[in-house]
């Protein structure tokens, strides 16, 4: 315990929960024999420094290991590096490109880096065939006893994007890191991509423990017609808490069509209704302290989310998460009639004016740092932390 899992984490000295513990011994073993293998722990259960406490292990115990540490999106490759700077791993470099990835394994060091799945890849299904055949025929220098943890491996971690990475680094180990409950099918391709379960903890033990808290669910019907006079009641109730009975009264015969207002809407535009109105009557969302997620079915829909609520009391007070990166080139072959808008121009016009730029200025890292922004905003609230770490 002493000599392998004592962590000083950003100067906080730490020790593990026992699932990390017992998931960290049982995957010395299958690092010993080269074997790889999948963690399974679950969202909030801590599995970065799980991560970190594994890597220094096999750093210090093998002088020829190296690790790549594979993530499938940008915000988690900046995390990770972050993670392990904090636990004292100043020497993790991020790779800038596939090209820079393999130049970096080529080398005796630096002995741990980071990189995205996605710069193992082609930019279409014909590129990455044949991309994946050049490999395989001239596979690429690697240096060292290489190990390589996945994170998030039930998503793009599979498919044509891991049998590059494979082609690659065909020696290497592979031990993936998941805590998101898996589907039949995403489990099987799971396990055969990267073998069997190294250690399990699930979310009914972490909650048991009281590591995460567990999931209240409210379900919410949103019909396309708004029908309650009840909802509208306490909507205008707790908008006008502050007045008095004349000027109550005075308001609520303007807003006596409110009902037919709010019916006549689109499904989306119902949703966005029903959202103010719990911004407007729970207590955790109206004292200015709450936040909330509204997570949409594609970029496209977020977007369209997003102009909706410009147009209400929330418009400075919402962002766009989402992996689109704008570019002219989406758009220049669109075709469209007099007045009319297809969706690529639609999202490409969303993220120009959030980002205040046009296809001049407009640069990869234009989003990224907007996103920073808005995710600086989220932890600036001025809610406690305990508050913080119940609302994430």
């Known amino acids: ?49 799980t991560m970190v406490l594994l890597a220094k292990w096999i750093l210090a115990n093998d002088p020829h290991a190296r690790i790549a540490i594979i993530t499938d ?23 800038r490109s596939g090209k820079d990835l393999m130049f970096k394994l080529s080398q005796p060091s630096p002995r741990l880096l980071c990189s995205l799945v996605h710069k193992f890849g082609r930019s279409n299904a014909n590129e990455m065939d044949d991309f994946i055949a050049d490999i395989k025929n001239n596979p690429p220098t690697v240096v060292g006893n290489l190990f390589v943890f996945v994170d998030e491996c039930h998503r793009t971690q599979g498919g044509k994007l891991n049998i590059a990475m494979k082609a690659m680094m065909p ?117 200015d302290k709450g936040t909330a997620i509204l997570i949409a079915s594609s970029i496209y829909e977020a977007c369209r989310y997003y102009e909706l609520f410009q147009s209400t009391s929330l418009r400075n007070k919402c962002g766009i998460i989402t992996s689109y990166n704008p570019s002219y080139s989406d758009i220049k072959n669109e075709e469209t009639g007099e007045d009319t808008e297809t969706q690529k121009q639609f999202m490409y016009a969303t993220y120009m004016k959030l980002l205040g730029k046009n296809e001049h200025t407009i640069t990869e890292t234009s989003t990224e740092e907007y996103e920073d922004r808005v995710k600086a905003l989220v932890y600036r609230s001025p809610c406690s932390d305990e508050d913080l770490d119940r609302s994430f």
């Open 73 to 95: 999106r940008t915000e988690l490759d900046k995390q990770i590096k972050k993670v392990f700077a904090n636990a004292g791993e100043n020497t993790i470099e991020r790779a």
């Open 171 to 287: 020696d290497a180990t592979f031990i993936g890191f998941t805590g998101t409950p898996l589907l039949k099918q995403d489990r099987q391709t799971s396990m055969e991509v990267f073998g069997k379960y190294i250690h399990t903890y699930k979310f009914n033990e972490a909650v048991k423990d009281g590591v995460v808290l567990d999931l209240v669910y409210e379900a919410r019907d949103i019909d396309q017609r708004i029908t309650s006079q009840d909802n509208i009641d306490k909507w205008f109730d707790a908008k006008t808490k502050a007045l008095n009975e004349y000027q109550r009264y005075e308001l609520k015969k303007r807003w006596g069509t409110m009902q037919a207002v709010l019916s006549s809407g689109s499904r989306m535009g119902q949703i966005v209704n029903d959202i103010l109105l719990d911004f407007s009557v729970k207590p955790r969302l109206s004292n």
């Open 1 to 49: 315990m002493i000599h392998d899992f004592v962590l000083f984490d950003g100067g906080m000295k730490k020790l593990p929960r026992y699932h990390q513990y017992f998931g960290v011994k049982a995957a010395q073993e299958h690092v010993v024999r080269k074997e790889s293998g999948i963690i399974w722990h679950t969202q909030g259960s801590g599995k970065s420094i």
